[in-house]
């Protein structure tokens, strides 16, 4: 049994969803009544709960609930579980009018706005999601994956700047994760702003000095620049070209993501390293 317990707890710690470990594991607990001797018990319950909506065992996840209901009977927590379950069985409008309910008892309720905002994205409501999700940041404003989220969301509907300032803020929260600069720098080359989208694609690689995406931004970067030419001093403003480097630094920086895009390449498929080194020589 101690195994069994020791496993679903680490689980729990690294927050993964791996349903059918957890209900495995948890099989002969539930069996033999010995989840009762648990300390902690209550979490390992609501743990097997989550696992059998993921997994469909909506028996058994009612089960559960009734045994948790018992136990913490005004829960806020315990409510959004029911909540859970009436999404599960396919009735989404009994889930989000217990989710706003809750929101109007506490807005700050964290764990019914989260559940309101994946149930309105489920139905495909996303600026309702959106709206949702700019009110729970007004209070939680530290939570960078609900910044990703609401950013994810913008990209739907082509709000570049606002998802910009989404993936900024989650920046400022994760400074030394190349994947969010890279996330913005992306975005800063779809709006057209080159100057910015360089330092980010330079910033990735010098965060994970093999990045491919980064190199291959570098080089498509630093090649748009050089292709503009001399433009009048509003259009390097409006390009975010105000203080870009200068043509003999953008030469070398291109060459130095061809020559970093090869190496990486040579140890790829053959048809991988040809199709790489036909886009390079374009």
């Known amino acids: 049994m101690s195994s069994a317990v020791e496993l679903l707890s680490d689980i729990r710690q690294s927050s993964e969803r791996r349903p059918f470990e957890v209900l495995k594991l948890a099989e002969p607990l539930l069996n033999t009544g010995k989840i009762s001797r648990v300390d902690d018990v209550w979490l390992v319950y609501e743990q097997v709960f989550t696992a059998a909506i993921d997994e469909g065992q909506i028996e058994l996840a009612k089960t559960i609930l009734t045994?948790?209901?018992?136990?913490?009977?005004?829960?806020?927590?315990v409510r959004r579980l029911y909540g859970m379950v009436n999404e599960a069985v396919g009735h989404p409008s009994e889930a989000k009018q217990l989710y706003k309910q809750m929101l109007d008892a506490d807005e700050t309720n964290v764990l019914a706005s989260k559940r309101l905002v994946a149930l309105l994205k489920a139905e495909g409501h996303t600026k309702e999601a959106i709206a949702q999700l700019v009110t729970y940041?007004?209070?939680?404003?530290?939570?960078?994956e609900a910044w990703l989220e609401l950013g994810s969301l913008y990209l739907r509907h082509h709000l570049y700047p606002q998802a910009a300032f989404c993936v900024e803020e989650v920046i400022l929260q994760q400074p030394a994760n190349h994947y969010f600069h890279l996330c913005y720098a992306e975005i800063c080359y779809t709006m057209g702003n080159l100057g910015t989208a360089l330092k980010e694609y330079l910033r990735v690689v010098e965060l994970s000095t093999d990045n491919v995406r980064g190199f291959y931004g570098v080089k498509l970067v630093a090649d748009r620049i050089?292709?503009?030419?001399?433009?009048?001093?509003?259009?390097?403003?409006?390009?975010?070209?105000?203080d870009a480097p200068q043509t003999a630094t953008l030469q070398r920086l291109?060459?130095?993501?061809?020559?970093r895009l090869v190496h990486a390449y040579n140890s790829a498929g053959e048809t991988s390293r040809k199709t790489a080194e036909a886009w390079l020589k374009d």
């Open 67 to 77: 045994i948790l209901h018992k136990r913490f009977n005004d829960s806020q927590r």
């Open 137 to 144: 940041l007004d209070t939680h404003a530290n939570d960078f």
């Open 226 to 242: 050089l292709e503009l030419g001399n433009l009048s001093k509003k259009e390097r403003q409006d390009a975010g070209l105000g």
């Open 254 to 259: 291109s060459q130095l993501a061809t020559e």
